[in-house]
């Protein structure tokens, strides 16, 4: 076999050794372009198509932008099973965002907390997942669930011909979403080709397996001309891992770390009885019911509770099978072109993906909750002689050494576990997505060349969780009132260790019905007309000068409901029929025209020293949004100079945009009113009157917040700057190097300042940043309390002038205004037992900043030896700054290398070797040590849990065509296996507890697996 060509990934042998001396953090993935002799032969065949990223202009390369492809010859190096797997190697694509393993535990950052499917997505520049757009031969395609996101494994990897990834703002040439950059997935052209493919990746827990089946065939047909079809069907299965065979990165028991539970819960089975006295503190206090000797016919006593404040605790991951869930997909994708005229082209594409499976749900593995117990319980050890002797039991002692006495209404609270009655709680998720793509092409006069593509397409995400507590069964089954006949009580204050503790029929009879269970869906569709021209304008002494221009018209259309929004239990004995009363629906519809000028100033003909090229392009976009009618304009500049043929610098500037996602437009999204009773004092506010608060500065106090979308938000600014040169010195064969610098500045950052989700309701009020988005009550804050946009948005209709005091009568109005109106059915708002101190605006609002720049460094060297065809190469990006502002009045915090941001350097060597029918590859990826903030860590950390080791890991690449064995049937089979992470080296630790439950590594910056071995056969009929 031909030598394999590998394109810009790294530097050349002495750039290798400079970087490697310097700790250099040179990340995945050697990017070879996809070259060789198979692909060459695919050329020779395919039917003549030419997609350029980053230009609408027929035959002009890039200008001013750099450009990364990684194409089939990488697929099989890396033994990529799907899209992503390969671009994680990229190190500008940062795996902060949604992939298969961010939806449980530690921190989810930039959305990863919404990954209902666990979805993948592409993260440029680690500035969020809906500032990278995903695109297929460079159309716009439907996005995924609540994301915004497009998931780019719904293309076999054995169907794209390369994904090219331009790493600055795009929106001029392509709209919304190209902030940080676009991903062009690149489909294979029509060939006379039959493959079969199949890989099977060994790893901890249940193994990865995939097939495909790749048919193509070209034709040429009288009258018409040249065509042909290929298309691929796969089929994937990722296995479950379970916390117990990845427990050193699963874990929440940081009793070794902090000496304490840390953030396991003290929800567990056996239960938590709560305290008993008169003083907050004494009924907060817990007691633990013994984990033996109360059977499911026994009864607890109080004196065989556990010492006081000594609760029992249960891991969140004891039960969980699947922190890295199972997963299945089918995918199938064609791509399809023909001539019907020599004049007139026609080409068509079309894909169904569907993906289901099972996880862990979310934070929680199985329904926890605080029961109340009245004493009408028979188990309960302040249950009345009656309610005992109903199950045969004794009236229960009250004799105990701690001095422990019922309440005087004999009512108990327990924290409870239903891991033993319902099982583990399971998240199953459905996704299909399916969507076709049709062109005409028009040759027209002076090599013009006229297009009107239309595209459709259709997302339709559905999760269901099981299983799940019906709270009216539930108080039913605790107190016995309304409890049908044949259904036993429940007993929480037994053990499980001495048998089952309830009786299934009760266990049965707790889980949600078929009509109450919420089944949550969301459905996303866009169709999408672009016309589109161009074609030369005129000669200069450089070159010509050409011009695209075109016209977009999209229709986005977003439906979503059962529960998924404005969750709510319908009573089972209520409902006969589940209604789909939670439906919500929004649409947009999104205009555009754009244009581009390229014009080439000086060409290597006219001889000018020390400028071999001089090129410029200019682009520009202007939309139209209905929701809002919102309109913007974003220019985008290039150039590109080569002082001598071998040097090319170059650079751009522009400005990008990205729409609101429908999702955040929608007002039902998450819509609700969220109390913080009990969780915050007078004294955790700064300038409240403490002498309105009844008990002073330990006064509990109730803050609201109004969540969901806002169908007022504007889009989301960017602004880029890039400048790099690439060099390939003719007097040294086969290198080459480039260098890039980047800045992006990303403003409008769409967020919920106001809801206690991103921020606690203290600093809301005490950071000042949020003035505007808080409704604050005159008797608390009298010189704070004013008109502003949260109090005009509560009370639209009143009148009120903005900038005027607030008066007591006025905030009085909000809360009840707020409960009338139909986004918030029943809520209750405020618990009355508290005074309110304010009400914060949670909604969606375009607010906050992230800047961030940096260099891309990038070489290869392919040169023969005796042995074969050698290659080495690098790629590596160093951020110089990432820092960000939660709003426009908020200082700027320097984020990189920080823990849920950005690295500083991050890379990946590579070397290999190609001998004939043998070939082999050695990567290392390494990722520089970085910092945890104190507010990714559990109280009571030391210092020295403040700093994350960097790691080093290492890949090997074998290959070996079978055919070199002579047998014929081997003809056209290649081998490949495929070794990550090859010493089994386990993540760095990291004491990763921003969220439930808490994890022992970081999930951007590492694996949990530890080494996996891939074995990959092709082959080709």
């Not at 990017?31 to 609408?56: F, K, P, R, Y």
């Not at 049709?438 to 006069?445: E, F, G, K, S």
Request: aromatic fraction near 10%; proline fraction near 6%.
């Amino acid at each position: 076999m031909a030598s394999r060509t590998f394109r810009a990934v790294g530097l050349g042998t002495t750039a290798l050794a400079l970087l490697m001396s310097a700790g250099v953090a040179l990340a995945q993935s050697a990017s070879g372009g996809a070259s060789g002799q198979g692909q060459a032969a695919d050329q020779s065949q395919s039917v003549e198509s030419v997609v350029v990223t980053g230009s609408h202009i027929h035959g002009v390369a890039v200008v001013g932008s750099s450009n990364i492809s990684v194409g089939q010859d990488d697929f099989l190096v890396n033994n990529a099973p799907n899209v992503q797997a390969l671009l994680d190697t990229q190190p500008q694509v940062v795996n902060i965002g949604l992939s298969s393993n961010t939806s449980v535990g530690g921190t989810r950052s930039q959305g990863a907390g919404n990954n209902q499917s666990y979805q993948s997505s592409i993260n440029l520049r680690g500035v969020g997942i809906e500032a990278t757009l995903t695109m297929i031969d460079g159309q716009r395609v439907v996005t995924a669930g609540q994301s915004g996101a497009t998931d780019p494994n719904i293309i076999p990897p054995d169907m794209l011909q390369r994904v090219d990834i331009q790493a600055d703002g795009g929106s001029a040439i392509y709209g919304s979403d190209a902030i940080a950059g676009t991903v062009n997935l690149v489909l294979r052209e029509p060939v006379d080709i039959a493959q079969v493919t199949g890989q099977y990746q060994f790893k901890r827990g249940a193994g990865n397996w995939q097939t495909s089946i790749l048919l193509g065939r070209t034709w040429t047909l009288p009258n018409f001309g040249d065509g042909g079809i290929i298309f691929d069907y796969a089929r994937d299965y990722e296995g479950p891992s379970s916390a117990r065979n990845l427990s050193y990165g699963y874990n929440d028991n940081l009793v070794p770390y902090i000496g304490t539970a840390g953030l396991q819960s003290t929800s567990s089975s056996p239960g938590n009885v709560f305290g008993f006295g008169a003083t907050a503190a004494q009924q907060q206090t817990l007691y633990a019911v013994p984990a033996s000797g109360i059977g499911s016919k026994g009864q607890l006593t109080l004196g065989q509770l556990g010492p006081a404040g000594q609760p029992n605790y249960s891991s969140l991951y004891t039960n969980v099978q699947d922190v890295i869930p199972q997963i299945t997909r089918d995918t199938f994708f064609y791509n399809m072109k023909q001539d019907m005229a020599p004049w007139l082209h026609f080409a068509s594409w079309g894909e169904f993906n569907r993906r289901s499976g099972t996880s862990a749900y979310g934070s929680a593995t199985q329904p926890q909750q605080t029961l109340t117990v009245p004493n009408t319980n028979p188990y309960s050890p302040c249950a009345t002689a009656a309610a005992a002797a109903s199950a045969g039991l004794p009236a229960p002692s009250q004799v105990n050494a701690q001095g422990l006495s019922c309440p005087a209404n004999g009512t108990l609270k327990v924290a409870y576990d239903f891991v033993n009655e319902l099982g583990a709680e399971q998240r199953h998720f459905k996704e299909q997505n399916y969507a076709g793509d049709m062109a005409l092409t028009v040759d027209l006069p002076w090599d013009w060349h006229s297009s009107v593509t239309g595209y459709w397409g259709k997302d339709i995400v559905d999760t269901t969780t099981v299983p799940t507590v019906n709270t009216t069964a539930l108080t039913q089954a605790l107190s016995g009132v309304g409890l049908p006949s044949g259904v036993p009580m429940l007993n929480p204050f037994c053990s499980d260790q001495n048998g089952p503790c309830n009786n299934p029929t009760t266990d049965l009879y707790l889980q949600q019905s078929p009509y109450s269970l919420l089944k949550p869906f969301i459905t996303n569709s866009t169709w999408d007309v672009n016309l589109h021209a161009d074609g030369p304008l005129f000669d200069l002494p450089g070159g010509t000068v050409r011009l695209a221009l075109g016209l977009e018209y999209e229709h986005e259309y977003l439906d979503s409901g059962d529960g998924l929004y404005r969750g709510q239990t319908i009573s089972v004995s209520s409902v006969p029929d589940f209604p789909s009363f939670n439906d919500a629906r929004l649409q947009r519809i999104d205009k555009s025209a754009y244009g581009e000028l390229y014009v080439p100033l000086i060409g290597p003909e006219m001889d000018i020293p020390f400028v071999n090229k001089l090129e410029a392009t200019v682009a520009w976009r202007y939309s139209w949004y209905s929701l809002g009618s919102v309109t913007t304009t974003n220019p985008k500049y290039g150039f590109n100079y080569n002082p001598i043929e071998d040097l090319r610098i170059h650079g751009s500037y522009g400005t990008s945009f990205k729409a609101p996602n429908l999702t955040e437009a929608l007002p039902q999204v998450s819509a609700g009113l969220h109390d913080n009773t009990n969780q915050y004092t007078c004294g955790s506010y700064a300038g409240i009157n403490l002498a309105a608060c009844p008990i002073g500065a330990a006064s509990p106090i109730s803050a609201i917040s109004v969540d969901g979308g806002n169908p007022n938000l504007k889009p989301q600014q960017g602004r880029s700057w890039s400048l790099g040169f690439d060099w390939t010195p003719r007097f040294l064969e086969g290198f080459t190097t480039s260098i890039n610098w980047y800045r992006l500045h990303y403003t409008g950052q769409i967020s919920q300042p106001g809801s206690d989700g991103n921020f606690f309701p203290y600093q809301v009020v005490n950071t000042g940043y949020f003035n505007d988005l808080v409704a604050l009550n005159p008797t608390y804050f009298p010189n704070r309390a004013v008109v502003n946009t949260a109090v005009l948005s509560f009370l639209p209709n009143a009148g009120l002038t903005r900038g005027a005091a607030l008066t007591q009568a006025q905030f009085n109005a909000i809360l009840p205004a707020l409960q009338s109106n139909p986004l918030y059915p029943g809520a209750s708002g405020q618990n009355p037992g508290f005074p309110l101190a304010l009400i914060s605006d949670g909604q969606n609002v375009n607010t906050g900043a992230t800047n961030t720049d940096g260099f891309d460094i990038s070489a290869q060297y392919i040169f023969d030896t005796d042995w074969g065809t050698a290659h080495l190469g690098a790629t590596a990006t160093f951020v110089d700054s990432f820092n960000t502002q939660v709003s426009e009045a908020a200082p700027a915090i320097e984020e990189d290398n920080q823990f849920g941001f950005v690295v500083r350097w991050r890379g990946r060597l590579q070397a290999g070797l190609d001998n004939g029918p043998y070939s082999g590859t050695l990567f290392m990826n390494y990722v520089n040590p970085y910092h945890v903030s104190a507010a990714y860590l559990p109280v009571g950390a030391g210092p020295q849990y403040g700093s994350v080791a960097g790691n080093v890991t290492w890949d090997l690449s074998l290959g070996y065509n079978l055919e070199a064995l002579g047998t014929s049937y081997l003809q056209g089979t290649r081998l490949q296996i495929y070794g990550q992470n090859i010493l089994d080296k386990k993540p760095p630790f990291v004491l990763n507890a921003a969220g439930q439950p808490a994890l022992l590594f970081d999930p951007n910056e590492a694996s949990a697996l530890g080494g996996t071995w891939s074995i990959r056969l092709v082959k080709e009929f």
